[in-house]
């Protein structure tokens, strides 16, 4: 089967740099994408990995690396409305994302 | 722009009763469609999608059914809930070939008691 692994909770202050880890266990897939979902809301589409390296999006990055089965999102000049859970999901062999359960970000003053 | 309307935003419902959760798109043709359902604190689960009028694919056995009647309409039902069915309802909706990044309505908090 297809597993994620993410750290349940990071904690960061803000203006500083964090990034949120996920490791994976899987047979095949397609890519890596990262999703945020504020208290209450629904997710919301940050950035893809189909191909291995970072790609950039403004504040917010995010790495693959296939070798290691691994991945990151990177984001920059924390702001308090980056509070949020943060969430890796593989697209898998039949084109469907795999979720992980979730970073949950905490940004003190 | 596209758009993506899901209702009702909470329900409570008793168990043993039907339960129907509607989701429509707006704003683009033929999207790949899907329902999801969420408990607290956890990722997603995927429990339906769908490519096509018609065509819908279950991705795990459970108390649940989806349809497609029109091409930009996806209806989550079941004929009796359990109190296993509460959680977090999200429909979602992509561009055919581009899984990866999907759009999700605003989620329905279903709770059975």
């Known amino acids: 089967g297809q597993s994620l692994e993410q750290p349940s909770e990071v904690t960061a202050v803000e203006g500083t740099i964090v990034q949120i880890n996920c490791t994976y266990q899987t047979s095949g897939f397609y890519g890596l994408s990262w999703y945020q979902q504020h208290d209450g809301g629904a997710p919301t589409f940050l950035s893809y990995?189909?191909l291995d390296g970072l790609e950039e999006t403004g504040r917010f990055s995010s790495f693959l690396s296939r070798s290691d089965s691994y991945g990151y999102l990177l984001l920059q000049e924390l702001q308090m409305k980056d509070s949020a859970s943060y969430f890796c999901a593989l697209m898998d062999s039949n084109y469907q994302l795999i979720w992980g359960a979730g970073t949950k970000l905490i940004i003190k003053p | 722009s596209q758009t993506i309307h899901q209702w009702p935003a909470t329900l409570v419902q008793p168990v043993g009763s039907p339960l129907s959760l509607e989701c429509t798109v707006e704003?683009?043709?033929?999207?790949?469609l899907y329902w999801y359902r969420q408990a607290a604190g956890r990722g997603l689960q995927l429990l339906f999608y769908?490519?096509?009028?018609?065509?819908i694919s279950s991705e795990v056995p459970q108390n649940l059914s989806a349809s497609r009647p029109q091409d930009r309409q996806f209806i989550l039902s079941s004929k009796k809930l359990l109190l296993s069915d509460s959680g977090f309802y999200l429909c979602?909706?992509?561009?055919?070939?581009?899984?990866?990044?999907?759009?999700f309505g605003p989620g329905t908090r279903l709770t059975v008691t």
């Open positions: 979602a909706w992509s561009v055919s070939g581009t899984s990866y990044e999907q759009y």
């Open positions: 704003g683009t043709s033929n999207p790949n």
């Open positions: 769908s490519v096509g009028i018609g065509q």
């Open positions: 990995n189909g």
